[in-house]
Each structure stands twice: as C-alpha cells, then as structure tokens.
C-alpha cells in the first residue's frame, strides 16, 4: 500500500494568522499518526510563514512514524536537516517568495549542485528525494545524482483530472515506468485530493508514498481530520 504523508503546514498558517499556540502543530503531528496517517512532512521556508524551523526540532521527538522535511536547500536548511536527521528530505528549488511549490528541479542544471547535497545527507542515513516534474529527462537526470527518490509534481495531473482529461496521467505513467527501470523510487505530491488520488495510484506503479496538505485540510474541515485520513488510506490501497 501507498504511504499517506499528512503535511502539516496549513495547521501552522493557522495557528500563526493568530499568534499563540492553537492549533498546536505538534499536538497536530501526534494526532493525524493516531489516527492512522503513515508520515508527517513539514516545508519550513525562510520567511517561516507557517512551519518554523523550532517546529521542526519541536516535531523531531513527537513523529514516530517517517518525518519527512521539504525545503530549498539553503545552509540553514541543510544545518536543520544535518541536526533533525528526519527518515526523509525532499528537496524542493522554491524561490523565496512562492506561495507554494510551483516548479520541479532541472536535474541537468543543477547536477553538481544537487550530487553534493544528496551525498552529504546520504552520509547521515537521511533518505533522499528530488521533486521534479514529469519529464522523462529530468528523472534520468535525479538518477545521475544519486537520490534514492523522485517526488512527481502533480499539479499538471491534477488540473486535467478535474477538467476530465484522464489522459493527463500518461506523462506520470511513463515517468514511472522509468524511474521503477532505474530503481528510483517513487513518491508523489501537490494537489492531490481524495477526488483524484484513487485514479493517479491506480496507474502509477510503484508508487511508494504521497504528501498531501492542503486539500486533506480544507476536506477535514467538512469530514474530520479521522475521517479524512481513513477515506485516504482507503483509496491508496
């Protein structure tokens, strides 16, 4: 079965747009693994416009099940990752100002630099994974740099689905099947949502784990966060 990743990172922009502790991040991680969630990720950026980099030490104690960091490989970043040693870091190349993560890595570009950090975290038994988009020479680029993982971009897939081009999974089909060839593993993330995850694991082979955060979010605040964790654990059986 697919591994769910609860991102956590809407609880901190609502516990920050008021100041205080409510929601408590932590109590939130701690929650959504008791009900069932198999990982918790966080994407602290610069600006610490929701998740913080104190969460994440405040995190590392509470998730007993995998803890994956995303992020922009920034020294800070790294320094935290080093320090954290999560099961897993996705390194994600935002720009400082995105509202959200909106392009995948040119593993071709920024292979040299992308080798060194992989390395580095390998060195200290973190699990790697490269967010990338669906682009067959951008997955054999993530092999060239020694990651253990890719983690599909999903927006364009998710956008087709809703607009009922089913063929809008293909690029994601054949990326895949490339990636199980180059013994890359496979998780998968952004805009996924229980209308769309059922179709996208039932055709993507090998699919070892999906994060999701903002829809499994905004669906929790009319079903329940329990719920919502079960429907999904149901559809990516």
């Given at each position: 079965m697919t591994k769910l990743s609860v991102n956590i990172n809407k609880i901190a922009t609502l516990r920050n747009s008021r100041g205080g502790d409510v929601p408590n991040v932590v109590q939130f991680a701690k929650d959504v693994q008791?009900?069932?969630?198999?990982?918790?990720?966080?994407?602290?950026?610069?600006?610490?416009?929701?998740?913080?980099?104190?969460?994440?030490?405040?995190?590392?104690?509470?998730?007993?099940?995998?803890?994956?960091?995303?992020?922009?490989?920034?020294?800070?970043?790294?320094?935290m990752v080093l320090e954290v040693r999560p099961t897993q870091v996705t390194l994600v190349p935002d720009a400082e100002d995105a509202i959200t993560s909106n392009a995948g890595w040119d593993t071709l570009k920024h292979k040299a630099f992308l080798s060194e950090v992989i390395s580095e975290f390998k060195a200290n038994g973190i699990r790697t994974s490269i967010f990338v988009d669906?682009?067959?020479?951008?997955?054999?680029?993530?092999?060239?740099?020694?990651?253990?993982?890719?983690?599909?971009?999903?927006?364009?897939?998710?956008?087709?689905?809703?607009?009922?081009?089913?063929?809008?999974?293909?690029?994601?089909?054949?990326?895949?099947?490339?990636?199980?060839?180059?013994?890359?593993?496979?998780?998968a993330g952004h805009d996924l949502s229980l209308d769309n995850i059922k179709f996208f694991k039932e055709n993507i082979t090998g699919l070892l784990e999906v994060s999701i955060g903002h829809a499994l979010i905004a669906e929790s605040l009319y079903f329940g966060i329990e719920n919502v964790i079960q429907m999904y654990l149901h559809r990516l059986q």
């Open positions: 008791r009900f069932g969630a198999e990982g918790v990720t966080v994407h602290p950026r610069p600006d610490e416009r929701h998740i913080r980099y104190q969460d994440v030490y405040d995190l590392k104690p509470e998730v007993y099940t995998e803890f994956n960091i995303e992020g922009n490989p920034i020294p800070k970043f790294i320094d669906p682009e067959l020479h951008q997955i054999e680029g993530a092999k060239a740099t020694g990651t253990d993982r890719i983690e599909l971009y999903t927006e364009a897939y998710a956008h087709q689905y809703k607009i009922g081009n089913k063929k809008g999974i293909e690029p994601y089909m054949e990326c895949a099947g490339l990636a199980n060839s180059l013994q890359l593993g496979i998780n």
